[in-house]
């Protein structure tokens, strides 16, 4: 019994025949004994996999030029860019803790030719702090973690006397509600990491919200603001420059590049917290393609010259596959959920 196979569809199915060393004839013949057409898409969904990209892809970024969320997937993608051999554009739209960018790329075309890089609110943090969203986080399809950066307190030297983080916390506690924390933004992973800061040292600080990392931190610099928990990709440099103070860092130990900055769980018990930044596509988009992306983030992450440039960002690389990114996503929307209800974090 014989069917009519749509020329665009046939040519994707060959191209997935040569990976494989059948024929034409062999793969119409396998197609007419299965039924056609269900092989046929599948298949054809598989050729579109290998030849992904034949165009430009598009990255959005739901939040500001000038931080790490921008800078690591410009870095993945410049790579992946030459190994494409196609153009890959980084389109910043922020806005709303990041759910404006992540609304777009939610509703964008599911052919693996938009993609949505983001830190972790869109992904695990808006949906326990915004009464409604305009798109479904755990619908987006995984594609990798590119890397985690740890988050360290830096303060301004010129406004807080403080020079460690013990006397920090005896000062926060002289001045309750007196010292001014910068945040990227509400909801973010700076927003969270200042709230149950407040919460585990008994302290209050008065929070101001940028948007983004670059401009809170350019309010630091400016004096506008006295203190900012902030991921060191971004905040070490002006560190080592001098323009501000590191009082610790939120890892579980002291960092091997960081020997002499203490631990703030060293202080604080427990206290954890770090910036990751992640890769997805729209709902719907085809295994394969988020495979084979994910794949080739992997090989990107590999490579001296971008592990080179995670090194400049603090950045531990990962680049693990589609599972493990969801898993690692479920992980962490139950802990942010637990640190918003434990610190009552509300937005202004």
Known sequence: MGF????????????????????????????????????????????AAIDYPVRTVKVIVPFPAGGTADT??????????RKWGQSVVIENRAGAGGNV??????????????LFSSPAPPFVINQNLYRRLGYDPAAFVPISVMGIVPTGLVVSPRKVPAATLADFIAYARANPGKISSATQG?????????????????????????RG?????????????????????????????GQLRLLGVATERRMA??????????????????????????????HDIANKISADIAEAIR??????????????????????????????????????????????
């Open 186 to 210: 509400n909801g973010t992973t700076s927003h969270l990491t200042s709230a149950m800061f407040q919460m585990m040292a008994k302290v209050e600080f008065l929070h101001v919200p940028y």
């Open 4 to 47: 009519a196979i749509a020329q665009p569809v046939l040519r994707a199915i060959e191209n997935a025949a040569k990976t494989v060393g059948l024929s034409r004839r062999a793969i119409k013949l396998v197609l007419s004994f299965l039924g056609g057409s269900a092989v046929a898409a599948a298949l054809a969904t598989a050729a």
């Open 101 to 114: 960018g992540a609304e777009a790329a939610f509703h964008a075309e599911p052919d693996g030719y938009t």
């Open 303 to 348: 490579s001296p010259e971008v592990r080179k440039r995670f090194e400049d960002l603090s950045a531990e690389p990962v680049g693990n596959d589609p599972d493990a990114m969801a898993r690692f996503m479920r992980e962490e929307t139950v802990r942010w959920g637990a640190v918003i209800k434990a610190a009552d974090v509300r937005l202004e």
């Open 257 to 286: 590049a960081l020997p002499d900055v203490p631990a703030i769980a060293e202080v604080l018990p427990g206290f954890s917290s770090a910036a990751w930044f992640a890769v997805a596509a729209p709902p719907k988009t085809p």
């Open 72 to 81: 690591m997937p410009r870095v993945v993608f410049d790579f992946l860019s």
């Open 213 to 241: 990392t670059a401009p809170a931190l350019q309010g630091l610099l400016a004096g506008d603001c006295d203190i900012m928990f902030d991921n060191l990709g971004v905040s070490l440099p002006l560190v080592r420059g």
